[in-house]
């Protein structure tokens, strides 16, 4: 299946890495797919198992608290490298040209601060929650059935370094544009009107169906 996306690419340097580092996001938001798609499976089990042969699936509740860091985290730089995370887009789409790029680096530079604050903070959290001491390394589990937390508190700061990185590239390349001031920046989602947005998610439709 072939996807169409507003992230322009080249032979440059950074455009190379952000392949690279998309080869990376795309398979970690496979992961999250499929995960949600067990997820429904597992309630269809629990559902079916409970009324027709009273054996709900043991720690239902369990399993889907730790299943849901993995579709909630792993699609998160994904999302971010395809423009797909909400914004107020109310003063940016007004902008042109070097100002434009100027704005988009200035709340990148934000959000790089920001994800590296909880990277960090979700890694102390995970420490918590880790020890090679202790039973399956856990200094906590989930109420039911004993679950160990710490894989799931372990996947939120890897997904954040992820995100992190995906950050870092587009401030490298708003940062460029806003220097040269090009029209089409790589490795970054391209501001899309309402219109283009449509006819970009009807062509990804035409592809999924023909393919």
Same mark, same amino acid.
């Given at each position: 299946?072939?996807?169409?996306?507003?992230?322009?690419?080249?032979?440059?340097?950074?455009?190379?890495?952000? #392949?690279?580092?998309?080869?990376? &996001?795309?398979?970690?938001? +496979?992961?999250?797919? @499929? /995960?949600?798609?067990? =997820? !429904?499976?597992?309630?269809?089990?629990?559902?079916?198992?409970?009324?027709?042969?009273?054996?709900?699936?043991?720690?239902?509740?369990?399993?889907?608290?730790?299943?849901?860091?993995?579709?909630?985290?792993?699609?998160?730089?994904?999302?971010?490298?395809?423009?797909?995370?909400?914004?107020?887009?109310?003063?940016?789409?007004?902008?042109?040209? #070097?100002?434009?790029?100027?704005? &988009?680096?200035?709340?990148? +530079?934000?959000?790089? @601060? /920001?994800?590296?604050? =909880? !990277?960090?903070?979700?890694?102390?959290?995970?420490?918590?929650?880790?020890?090679?001491?202790?039973?399956?390394?856990?200094?906590?589990?989930?109420?039911?059935?004993?679950?160990?937390?710490?894989?799931?508190?372990?996947?939120?700061?890897?997904?954040?370094?992820?995100?992190?990185?995906?950050?870092?590239?587009?401030?490298?390349?708003?940062?460029?544009?806003?220097?040269?001031?090009?029209?089409?920046?790589?490795?970054?989602?391209?501001?899309?009107?309402?219109?283009?947005?449509?006819?970009?998610?009807?062509?990804?439709?035409?592809?999924?169906?023909?393919?």
């Amino acid at each position: 299946m072939s996807t169409s996306s507003s992230v322009l690419t080249d032979d440059s340097r950074l455009s190379r890495i952000d #392949r690279a580092v998309l080869a990376i &996001e795309s398979r970690m938001n +496979l992961v999250g797919g @499929i /995960v949600i798609f067990m =997820l !429904v499976l597992l309630a269809v089990w629990n559902i079916f198992g409970r009324k027709l042969f009273n054996a709900p699936v043991p720690g239902y509740v369990d399993w889907t608290q730790q299943l849901m860091a993995l579709f909630a985290f792993l699609g998160l730089s994904y999302c971010q490298r395809e423009g797909g995370h909400i914004r107020m887009d109310i003063v940016v789409t007004r902008l042109k040209g #070097r100002w434009l790029w100027f704005a &988009e680096w200035l709340s990148t +530079l934000f959000m790089v @601060i /920001v994800v590296a604050a =909880l !990277v960090y903070g979700s890694w102390n959290h995970f420490g918590r929650s880790f020890d090679w001491n202790a039973p399956m390394f856990s200094r906590d589990s989930s109420i039911d059935i004993g679950l160990p937390i710490w894989p799931s508190k372990l996947l939120v700061p890897v997904a954040m370094g992820l995100l992190w990185v995906r950050l870092v590239l587009q401030l490298w390349s708003y940062g460029r544009a806003w220097r040269t001031g090009t029209l089409s920046p790589v490795a970054v989602p391209l501001p899309e009107d309402p219109m283009s947005v449509a006819a970009r998610e009807a062509e990804t439709l035409i592809d999924t169906r023909d393919a």
